[in-house]
């Protein structure tokens, strides 16, 4: 009999806790199910737990906001100073016209806005930065926490000379002491400066001659600040220029350029970009009147050559009148020179037009043949006219057109574009067309030049019988008028040029000039801020998402329904009139409290279970010490005996006995001895401060509790209890330790699961479930013990199924709860 009964318990240790080695069942597997069921979202959970950190999260809230303050406090604006320029191709002056050295210069050159950009960022506009602004020195004055650089305002100014360059980009502090003298000092590797000196006076100091002279910005104020200055050399200048200076292509269509720089101080900011305006303008205007001198310098090198052609014709002309001493000839000579003359001026022209045939034949080549779009071929072209080729003239206006309309084409589209190419092509017809027609001219020049060499020969012919000085004087006026007129042509090209450059502007407009900024670009106030409180709500939601995952024990009895199908009997409060250091007996001393009546409600739905016209076993246990299992089961005994029943309970938590201490009494005696035979069950009997109410303790601690349990004797003593008592109430031990319980359980009428709030944990309720599938203890019931006291009646959660959670009876109670203080709502609020 000892060996069966060992086995099922062996068994039933198996299967209720540890789930043991056999067969999945149907009741093992709806256990999984539940399990997996309960890994979900528990949004009743999940709302308790972000209301009880709804000030953890206001808190995390204002830190953000907090942060984002000081951040916005002591870090130092940034600002930024903007100008728009226009890139234009504009002249005051026409057009120099001689032959190809004005226009080898390439239209599109101002146009090429990388270039210009590159022109604003080089070491041309920084050394006038430097030297116009004076960048070399920084004054700034000591704030609170954030120092502030004086730009323009300083209340002094030195005069250096640096001898050490290591005192180069260091700080050197300077205070007055008075209003004529003032203290400097610094410390560096291998260099101090400390010592008191008088304004407006030069100071030798170790490495650094010094002189500090006070500005307008002077005044009593500025004995009180401390003051100090950076000497920067040219590199750390450039530097600071080449970081906080942005050159940006605005617009490629409309030409534009976006100068703008960056710097704490928005006045430094502004100045130094309209300066890079006035500069760069300077530079576009020595650029152009550097372009404009080669092509002066070009025009008298070709006078120089010139004037001496004609100083060498006018001397031979010369020795000839010396030596005939005559200057007329016969008529027929003078009428033979005149027409030579003709033929001459005839040939020089059509060797002019050869010339500008070769000139226009190189131009059409260029990208451009006029310099600009409202220019007209004339115009560009002077001598055109004098070839009379109108075919000539309308192709290289149809060329000139269509260039600078594949100009705009390109601004819009690529060169694979269906449309550039079509115009490429169109182009290359027509500049076949203009090299054709050039070559014919070309041949028709060079014939009417054959034809006058023919008439030449014809009237040197009949020259050779005049006199040889007639032929002589005639042979050497050619040279010198043809000297002449080409000196003349050179001395006009050059003063039409003068013309031009003294007509030469910059070719860019300020479309925005630099204004002084108002508002810093970083940091950004409202981004900031949005970030600060962003980053505290991410905070706080972080909060609540750990919080609830840590938030593994049971709360109220919405949780403890959703994680069992056990029905819960109801909700006992927190006892908190005394700190009882052993779980007693209470309900007799205040029979109208708040934990009576619930206590009330709880016997109330046990006559719902199982009626109370009848003999009733009650099992009470829980998953560990210190749940209340003892304090349920005292307490429901003596609100059951105040009603008129004759109640008994039974501690047969053998282990750890606590029945005799919640009465106050002994435990030499009790369970233990009477299932050894050693005393009678009215021997053990113990009486209560309530008639209808005894005990029987657990008796001295025996080694082998389970087997005593599961003796024939223990049931002998429930049937001898059975005729005296209408309930017996057993405190079993704790299911979550040893399984002595659990035997008790299935032969109990109603056995009582005890779960208190905030302690245990919803592990705990999965291991109820598992009891209840695998022992079929249909009749399963549980109780929320200590929970925390809210609403009229001193408890929130209600009455189980007896009275519910009404606002009817205030003050019906005894012990009315006081209002909670507000440190304990803060406590509630962080717990």
């Not at 002189?211 to 307008?216: N, S």
């Not at 006029?370 to 004098?386: A, F, H, V």
């Not at 003593?717 to 299935?746: F, N, W």
């Amino acid at each position: 009999m000892a060996v069966n009964e060992n086995a099922e318990l062996e068994a039933l240790i198996r299967n209720a806790i540890d789930g043991g080695t056999e067969p999945p069942t149907a009741a093992t597997v709806g256990a999984a199910a539940d399990d997996e069921a309960d890994g979900g979202l528990d949004l009743s959970t999940l709302a308790l737990v972000a209301r009880r950190s709804l000030l953890w999260l206001l808190l995390l809230l204002a830190l953000g906001g907090s942060a984002a303050w000081l951040y916005l406090r002591y870090t130092k604006p940034v600002y930024k100073s903007t100008s728009l320029l226009k890139i234009d191709q504009r002249s005051e002056a026409g057009v120099v016209g001689l032959g190809g050295q004005l226009a080898a210069a390439d239209p599109r050159a101002s146009s090429k806005l990388a270039g210009e950009v590159q022109l604003i960022k080089s070491e041309i506009i920084y050394k006038e930065l430097r030297d116009s602004l004076d960048l070399y020195v920084n004054y700034y004055v000591q704030g609170t926490v954030l120092e502030s650089e004086l730009y323009g305002i300083s209340p002094f100014q030195i005069a250096y000379t640096i001898k050490d360059k290591d005192l180069y980009n260091q700080k050197i502090s300077l205070a007055f002491t008075s209003p004529t003298r003032y203290s400097i000092s610094y410390s560096g590797p291998g260099t101090a400066l400390d010592g008191e000196y008088d304004l407006e006076k030069q100071v030798s100091l170790p490495g650094l001659d010094l002189k500090v002279t006070p500005t307008q910005y002077f005044g009593p104020a500025s004995l009180i600040a401390k003051y100090h200055f950076t000497i920067q050399d040219q590199g750390t200048v450039n530097a600071y220029l080449e970081k906080n200076l942005a050159v940006d292509i605005s617009s490629a269509d409309a030409n534009t350029i976006q100068i703008s720089f960056t710097d704490f101080n928005p006045k430094k900011a502004q100045r130094i970009v309209n300066k890079v305006d006035t500069v760069y303008q300077r530079a576009k205007v020595l650029r152009e009147q550097e372009n404009t001198a080669r092509t002066l310098r070009y025009l008298d090198q070709q006078l120089e050559v010139n004037y001496d052609n004609l100083e060498r014709a006018e001397n031979r002309y010369q020795g000839f009148v010396e030596k005939t001493k005559t200057y007329d000839v016969k008529s027929e000579v003078a009428a033979l020179a005149s027409r030579g003359e003709d033929l001459e001026e005839q040939r020089l022209k059509l060797n002019q037009n050869l010339v500008l045939l070769s000139e226009i034949s190189r131009m059409v080549q260029q990208t451009h043949i006029t310099r600009n779009e409202d220019e007209t071929i004339e115009q560009s072209i002077p001598g055109l006219g004098d070839i009379n080729d109108p075919i000539l003239s309308q192709l290289l206006s149809q060329l000139n057109g269509m260039q600078w309309e594949q100009e705009r084409i390109r601004r819009s589209y690529t060169g694979a574009t269906e449309a550039v190419q079509q115009k490429n092509a169109q182009m290359d017809y027509t500049l076949s067309s203009i090299l054709r027609q050039i070559t014919q001219a070309r041949k028709a020049l060079l014939n009417k030049i054959a034809l006058l060499d023919r008439q030449q020969n014809k009237l040197d012919a009949k020259q050779q019988g005049l006199p040889s000085r007639a032929t002589e004087q005639a042979r050497l006026q050619r040279p010198l008028a043809l000297a002449e007129g080409t000196y003349t042509m050179l001395m006009g090209k050059k003063v039409d040029y003068n013309i031009q450059k003294a007509g030469t502007t910059a070719d860019f407009q300020i479309l925005f000039p630099a204004s002084e900024p108002r508002v810093p670009i970083s940091p950004v106030r409202l981004m900031v801020y949005a970030i600060g409180l962003a980053g505290g709500l991410f905070l706080g939601l972080g909060l609540i998402a750990v919080r609830y995952l840590l938030h593994n024990t049971i709360t109220n009895t919405r949780e403890l329904e959703h994680s069992t199908q056990a029905a819960v009997l109801g909700v006992i409060p927190t006892y908190d009139k005394e700190k009882m250091e052993v779980s007693r007996l209470v309900v007799n001393d205040n029979p109208k409290s708040a934990i009576s009546e619930a206590i009330r409600s709880i016997r109330t739905n046990l006559d719902f279970i199982s009626s109370a016209k009848k003999q009733r076993l009650i099992s009470v246990t829980s998953t560990i010490s210190g749940e209340g299992k003892t304090f349920v089961t005292v307490n429901l005994a003596g609100i059951i005996a105040m009603s008129g029943q004759r109640v008994i309970v039974l501690d047969l938590d053998m282990r750890k006995p606590k029945v005799n201490l919640a009465f106050g009494a002994e435990n030499l005696k009790g369970v233990s001895t009477i299932l050894i035979d050693r005393h009678s069950v009215a021997e053990c009997i113990q009486r209560t401060s309530i008639d209808a109410l005894q005990f029987i303790s657990a008796g001295p601690t025996p080694p082998n509790p389970s087997e005593l349990i599961l003796s024939p004797r223990f049931d002998q003593m429930l049937k001898e209890l059975y005729e005296s008592y209408d309930v017996v109430m057993i405190d079993t031990p704790p299911v979550g330790l040893v399984t002595d319980g659990i035997l008790i359980m299935r032969r109990a009428d109603i056995p009582i699961y005890i779960v208190r709030a905030d302690y245990s944990r919803k592990a705990f309720i999965k291991n109820m479930n598992r009891l209840m599938r695998t022992n079929n203890l249909t009749r399963m019931c549980t109780i929320l013990n200590d929970a925390q006291s809210k609403g009229a009646y001193g408890y929130g959660y209600g009455y189980g199924y007896g009275y519910g959670s009404g606002t009817y009876g205030q003050g019906y109670y005894e012990d009315p709860t006081a209002p909670p203080t507000l440190a304990q709502k803060l406590g509630r609020l962080f717990k």
